[in-house]
């Protein structure tokens, strides 16, 4: 799920590596559009930004466990999004 993790939308900027089929981007694309905004955020930046829990927390003004819950939330759904 790492690789696909790839793929993400910040602002006008796009992600979108070439390694990743374009059926699987769309996918991609759809399953994070999925996601309440503060999982985006912490998807955004523990994987394309690869901040730590804690750093990622301070820049959200959230805490570390706070950071890990709702991470692990957001990539449990994104896995049942993207294997179904």
């Not at 694309?29 to 394309?48: G, N, V």
């Not at 901040?51 to 706070?66: H, I, K």
Request: no cysteine; glycine share 4%.
């Amino acid at each position: 799920i790492k690789l696909f993790l790839l793929f993400f939308s910040f602002g006008e900027q796009k992600i979108l590596p070439s390694v990743i089929p374009n059926r699987k981007k769309i996918a991609l694309k759809q399953a994070i559009s999925k996601l309440d905004e503060s999982e985006r955020e912490i998807i955004l930046l523990r994987y394309f930004k690869t901040l730590t829990q804690s750093e990622t927390g301070r820049a959200l003004g959230l805490t570390q466990v706070t950071v890990s819950r709702k991470e692990s939330k957001a990539l449990k759904r994104l896995k049942e999004e993207l294997t179904v």
